[in-house]
Nanobody, 126 residues
Framework: QVQLVESGGGLVQAGGSLRLSCATS????????MGWFRQAPGKEREFVAA????????YYADSVKGRFTISRDNAKNTVYLQMNRLKPEDTAVYYC???????????????????WGQGTQVTVSS
């Protein structure tokens, strides 16, 4: 059973930056693709970014492309989400997730991910 723990959320002004971290345990981290999702109040959970198991490929939602960067450190079993030029519409609870393993590419749909963290709140003030 894998455990995922997000950290790094908080309150930031528009235009600012935050870096989210997701530490994992209980699984061979380097064999699984990782993703970040978010859910704003009253809205469905949506894809933000994902990275392949080796870190060589990444995919971003159009709304964050050019502002957010996903990366992973397989030696530390941790995935990161660097968020720059934050906007009020980025306000949400952010979740990290692992896929089921063996993905040939970069998964990006919620059903592709089998384990989830508890989430960390990001609030961007205008």
């Amino acid at each position: 059973q894998v455990q995922l723990v997000e950290s790094g959320g908080g309150l930031v002004q528009a235009g600012g930056s935050l870096r989210l971290s997701c530490a994992t345990s209980g699984r061979t981290f380097s064999t699984y693709a990782m993703g970040w999702f978010r859910q704003a109040p009253g809205k469905e959970r949506e894809f933000v970014a994902a990275v392949s198991w080796g870190g060589g490929s990444a995919y971003y939602a159009d709304s964050v492309k050019g502002r957010f960067t996903i990366s992973r450190d397989n030696a530390k079993n941790t995935v990161y989400l660097q968020m720059n030029r934050l906007k009020p519409e980025d306000t949400a609870v952010y979740y990290c997730a692992t896929d089921y393993g063996g993905s040939p590419g970069v998964p990006r749909s919620i059903p592709d991910f089998g384990s989830w963290g508890q989430g960390t709140q990001v609030t961007v003030s205008s």
